[in-house]
């Protein structure tokens, strides 16, 4: 009987060293896939300050910033752990203090707001674009309150008319703008109108997109979504 008990211990003993081995090869598995998603959900490290410093160019494999006072951009691999290095980066333009950075892919447009002072030296803010190789460089508003951020251009009537989406979170005039841009040939190198409208009051949102005639958008302070019509009409959270 003491033969049969020791006998049986052994063969437990074994079965749990195996458990055991098993089990260390799977964490080493789940270890290894860990890291590999790492890498692959990292494209690139740039230094911003703000989330909304930074655009990803998912076609053409390349990442814009601002930094330093100047708007930047690079080739990115996936994988990437560490910052570029200075030779990859190329310097685009040089406005200032950048406060936010949009790029619209279907039109290859990088739209951005800058810091500049009036006559007077109060300091606001400007809405700007410029093609993706920092060419064209085009003023589209001044006058704007400094605390202003591009969320969302949108651009239809086959190319005659561009909306921009800003939020201001300036204390006592937090709202949603809207610039309505017409052209009457999508060739023409200049706008025959430019005109801001305000859509929304007390809200300043984090993130909008524009889809099947609604605006969604997200507040990040309410930590709310909502849907709007285009107008600003007919608001749901």
């Not at 789940?30 to 790492?38: P, R, S």
């Not at 279907?106 to 030296?121: F, I």
Request: with cysteine; net charge neutral.
């Amino acid at each position: 009987a003491m033969v049969k008990l020791k006998v049986e211990a052994v063969h437990t003993l074994h079965e749990m060293e195996k458990l055991a081995s098993e089990l260390q090869d799977k964490l080493h598995e789940t270890e290894a896939e860990l890291a590999a998603w790492h890498l692959a959900a990292t494209a690139v490290r740039v230094p911003v300050s703000a989330p909304g410093q930074v655009a990803v160019d998912t076609f053409d494999k390349r990442v814009y910033w601002a930094a330093q006072g100047a708007l930047w951009r690079a080739r990115f691999t996936p994988g990437s752990a560490d910052l570029l290095p200075e030779a990859a980066r190329e310097r685009l333009l040089s406005p200032g203090t950048g406060l936010s950075l949009y790029l619209h892919r279907p039109t290859a447009r990088l739209y951005w707001c800058q810091q500049e002072a009036d006559e007077d030296g109060a300091l606001g803010a400007s809405l700007r674009r410029a093609y993706l190789d920092g060419s064209g460089e085009e003023v589209m508003g001044r006058g704007l309150p400094l605390q202003t951020r591009v969320l969302s251009a949108v651009v239809g009537g086959e190319g005659t008319l561009t909306t921009v989406y800003l939020a201001v979170a300036q204390p006592g005039n937090v709202s949603l703008l809207q610039l309505l841009e017409a052209k009457r040939a999508p060739s023409d190198a200049q706008p025959s109108n430019r005109t801001f409208h305000t859509l929304l009051r007390g809200v300043a949102p984090t993130a909008l997109a524009a889809h099947g005639g609604h605006l969604y958008f997200t507040v990040a302070a309410a930590r709310t979504m909502r849907r709007c019509d285009l107008d600003g009409g007919r608001c749901v959270t």
